[in-house]
C-alpha cells in the first residue's frame, strides 16, 4: 500500500471530507491497516481512468525524481500512425506493436500480453471513441525507453466502453514507474477534456499538428 489519505487530497485536489465521503460510499479502491486507510498505486491509476475523474492542471504537478514527463517529448519518440487494420481489439493491439517503438530488451509478445491482460481486466476506453491500452503495472525499467504513441484506427472498434461508442483512437503507454506511469496518463486524460484536441483525433490530425497541440498545452501546464 503506497498511498495514504494526505496522497489522495494531494493527487486529486479534493477535500479530506470528500476522500472519506469516498471511502464510506465504497466509490473508491481502498483498504484498512492498523486503523489506517491505505491505497494501491496501480488501483488508483485505473481508478482516475475508469471513472472519467475531472483533473486539475495542479494534478499534472507530480512528477518522480528524475524529473518531470515531457509528454511532447514521449509523444515525439513514440510517434503518431494511422489506418491500423484490426476486426478485433487483439489483432489491433498486435498491429499496433508490430510498428510503434518497443524497448530491445522486452519482446513484442511481452508487451502484447501485458496490453491484453489489463484491457480483459476492465475497458481502457475513456469513452469520445479514444481507449488508453497499457500494462496494468510498467513493464520497462529505463526512463529512454518510455514512450506514448497514438494510433489511427482503420475501422472504429468496439472495446466495451461506457459511452458505447466505438473507439478510432489508440494512446499506447509505456512507462518505466508507476509513478511517472500516473503523470502520463493524467495528461492524456487532461487533453481529452479539450474539445478542441478531441477534434484533431476525430479527423485524424497527423503528427506535426498534434505536436504543435501538446506543446502549448505543455506551456500551459508549467506557468
Known amino acids: 500500500m503506497e498511498l495514504k489519505i494526505k496522497d489522495i487530497v494531494n493527487l486529486l485536489q479534493v477535500s479530506e471530507k470528500t476522500v472519506y465521503r469516498w471511502i464510506k460510499d465504497k466509490k473508491i479502491p481502498c483498504y484498512r491497516i492498523n486503523h489506517q486507510y491505505h491505497f494501491n498505486r496501480s488501483e488508483i491509476n485505473e481508478w482516475i481512468l475508469s471513472n472519467k ?7 499534472l504537478n507530480i512528477s518522480p525524481s528524475s524529473g518531470p ?22 489483432e489491433i493491439l498486435q ?6 517503438p518497443t524497448p530491445s530488451n522486452l519482446s513484442k ?3 502484447l500480453s501485458a496490453l491484453l491482460s489489463r484491457q480483459e481486466m476492465m475497458t481502457t476506453a475513456i469513452g469520445k471513441g479514444i481507449a488508453i491500452p497499457h500494462p496494468r503495472n510498467p513493464i520497462i525499467s529505463n ?33 518505466n514507474n508507476p509513478r511517472r506511469h500516473l503523470e502520463v496518463l493524467s495528461k492524456i486524460s487532461f487533453l481529452c477534456q479539450s474539445e ?6 476525430g479527423r ?15 506551456l500551459e501546464w508549467r506557468n
Open 53 to 59: 475523474i475531472e483533473l486539475s492542471p495542479n494534478l
Open 204 to 218: 485524424k490530425a497527423q503528427k506535426d499538428e498534434i505536436l504543435n497541440f501538446v506543446k502549448s498545452k505543455e
Open 143 to 175: 526512463t529512454e525507453d518510455v514512450i506514448v504513441s497514438i494510433c489511427y484506427l482503420q475501422n472504429p472498434t468496439d472495446f466495451q466502453a461506457l459511452d458505447k461508442l466505438p473507439v478510432h483512437t489508440l494512446f499506447i503507454v509505456l512507462a
Open 109 to 111: 509478445e511481452e508487451i
Open 196 to 201: 478542441q484536441f478531441i477534434e484533431l483525433l
Open 95 to 100: 498491429n499496433v506493436i508490430d510498428i510503434i
Open 69 to 90: 514527463v515531457n509528454f511532447y517529448e514521449l509523444l515525439k519518440s513514440g510517434g503518431v500512425y494511422n489506418n491500423i487494420p484490426g476486426k478485433t481489439v487483439k
